[in-house]
């Protein structure tokens, strides 16, 4: 599908991401499979878009976000057939249909950890997340966050300062700048190597509170795992821990002192089985595995490297899918199989199931038949 298709599928009334993220899974043919498979009401719509786009409300729609695209540079519409798209996000159950994006592409092809934390941070929040956020930078990680006040922001401005990538997620249209005092940091992800905002959201949507808990999954979704800085008990940075954590990423905490309110929801975040992160290397070592395996080789562009995988002739990522087939095999005779350890075996799974070789059944691992 191309992007006017996507823009009109993420239009389409009353299908939200999750039922769009369900029909993609059956692989459905353009425009029958879609027609078949959608609600009646927005069958309608893509019905009359396909057959006479210029009385379509859909067409308008469309229009808005290419003309949005071609006005400036630096502005892409990102889908599931963009060779940009970051990979990542195909595996949690609501990704968006579409993402507007201003800015250096180049910083989804980094390993990515998202960053948050309070609006209201301690002079010690503030310290920490500056010095994890610039630390991992200098890593070659790419900060991801929603360039809110607070923890957020001071870490996507530090990664930027030490030279490397942050990715901020809005919960608005893409031109919309929220907070409004953040407009510095709005203008340098944007237009600074490494940086990149993101939104789902057409442009012209202003800010709305329903949208945050929305834009908190993309956050996650984004990355490898998810570090929680500073957050009081009550705070929206556990929503963003329970996302990453229903989405099978790794969370990380920050610890403090027991006297600190800002502080409580990571300790919380710990006894409910969080990592505890007293260094990035912490964090680096916890998602190396990951990290070195999901990127390309240095060098290869997400282009070039998509299009070498994609091919016919794929070559099999790892020995361990020639011991699966459609029937499920078990984790310990898998691990006997190989004559790996019970946790290499599990990484590797799990990377294989992110690139969408195997899945995870009753009874064990199963491969799955590749496009």
Same mark, same amino acid.
């Given at each position: 599908?191309?992007?006017?298709?996507?823009?009109?599928?993420?239009?389409?009334?009353?299908?939200?991401? /999750?039922?769009?993220?369900?029909? $993609?899974?059956?692989?459905?043919?353009?425009?029958? +499979?879609?027609?078949?498979?959608?609600?009646? %009401?927005?069958?309608?719509?893509?019905?009359?878009?396909?057959?006479?786009?210029? %009385?379509?409300?859909?067409?308008?729609?469309?229009?808005?976000?290419?003309?949005?695209?071609?006005?400036?540079?630096?502005?892409?519409?990102?889908? !599931?057939?963009?060779?940009?798209?970051?990979?990542?996000?195909?595996?949690?159950? =609501?990704?968006?249909? $579409?993402?507007?994006?201003?800015?250096?592409?180049?910083?989804?092809?980094?390993?990515?950890?998202?960053?948050?934390?309070?609006?209201?941070?301690?002079?010690?929040?503030?310290?920490?997340?500056?010095?994890?956020?610039? %630390?991992?930078?200098?890593?070659?990680?790419?900060?991801?966050?929603?360039?809110?006040?607070?923890?957020?922001?001071?870490?996507?401005?530090?990664?930027? =300062?030490? +030279?490397?990538?942050?990715?901020?997620?809005?919960?608005?249209?893409?031109?919309?700048?929220?907070?409004?005092?953040?407009?510095?940091?709005?203008?340098?992800?944007?237009?600074?190597?490494?940086?990149? $905002?993101?939104? @789902?959201?057409?442009?012209?949507?202003?800010? &709305?509170?329903?949208?945050?808990?929305?834009?908190?999954?993309?956050?996650?979704?984004? #990355?490898?795992?998810?570090?929680?800085?500073?957050?009081?008990? %009550? #705070?929206?940075?556990?929503?963003?821990?329970?996302?990453?954590?229903? /989405?099978?990423?790794?969370?990380?905490?920050?610890?403090?002192?027991?006297?600190?309110?800002?502080?409580?929801?990571?300790?919380?975040?710990? !006894?409910?089985?969080?990592?505890?992160?007293?260094?990035?290397?912490?964090?680096?070592?916890?998602?190396? &595995?990951?990290?070195?395996?999901?990127?390309?080789?240095?060098?290869?562009?997400?282009?070039? &490297?998509?299009?070498?995988?994609?091919?016919?002739?794929?070559?099999?990522? =790892?020995?361990?899918?020639?011991?699966?087939?459609? #029937?499920?095999?078990?984790?310990?005779?898998?691990? /006997?199989?190989?004559?790996?350890? $019970? #946790?290499?075996?599990?990484? !590797?799974?799990?990377?294989?199931?992110? @690139?969408?070789?195997?899945?995870?059944?009753?009874?064990?691992?199963? !491969?799955?038949?590749?496009?």
């Amino acid at each position: 599908m191309d992007t006017r298709e996507w823009l009109v599928v993420n239009a389409l009334p009353g299908v939200g991401a /999750q039922r769009i993220a369900e029909l $993609v899974a059956q692989q459905p043919q353009w425009p029958q +499979g879609w027609l078949a498979g959608l609600p009646s %009401k927005a069958a309608s719509a893509l019905r009359l878009w396909c057959e006479h786009p210029t %009385k379509s409300p859909l067409q308008r729609e469309v229009e808005t976000s290419l003309t949005w695209q071609s006005s400036a540079p630096g502005r892409t519409l990102l889908h !599931r057939d963009h060779p940009a798209w970051p990979r990542l996000l195909n595996q949690i159950p =609501d990704p968006p249909a $579409v993402l507007w994006a201003q800015g250096d592409l180049g910083a989804l092809e980094r390993p990515t950890l998202a960053m948050v934390g309070t609006r209201r941070p301690t002079s010690e929040g503030t310290y920490n997340a500056q010095t994890f956020a610039r %630390k991992l930078a200098e890593r070659g990680w790419s900060i991801v966050s929603g360039m809110a006040l607070g923890i957020d922001g001071v870490a996507q401005q530090a990664a930027l =300062d030490a +030279g490397g990538s942050s990715v901020a997620v809005l919960g608005c249209g893409i031109d919309v700048i929220y907070p409004a005092r953040h407009r510095a940091l709005y203008q340098q992800l944007s237009d600074s190597p490494g940086g990149l $905002v993101l939104a @789902e959201h057409p442009p012209g949507t202003r800010a &709305h509170p329903a949208f945050f808990p929305r834009r908190n999954r993309i956050v996650t979704g984004l #990355s490898l795992g998810t570090l929680v800085v500073e957050a009081a008990e %009550k #705070s929206g940075s556990l929503v963003s821990a329970r996302l990453a954590m229903e /989405q099978g990423r790794d969370v990380f905490a920050l610890p403090s002192s027991l006297h600190n309110q800002q502080a409580r929801g990571c300790l919380q975040l710990l !006894r409910q089985g969080a990592a505890m992160a007293c260094d990035p290397e912490d964090i680096v070592s916890e998602l190396q &595995h990951w990290a070195s395996e999901f990127l390309p080789a240095p060098g290869v562009g997400i282009a070039a &490297h998509r299009s070498a995988t994609d091919t016919a002739v794929e070559p099999l990522p =790892d020995a361990l899918l020639g011991l699966l087939s459609a #029937s499920p095999t078990p984790i310990d005779a898998l691990v /006997q199989q190989s004559g790996s350890s $019970v #946790s290499d075996c599990q990484q !590797r799974l799990l990377m294989l199931e992110i @690139e969408g070789w195997v899945a995870s059944r009753a009874g064990g691992w199963v !491969r799955l038949p590749r496009p």
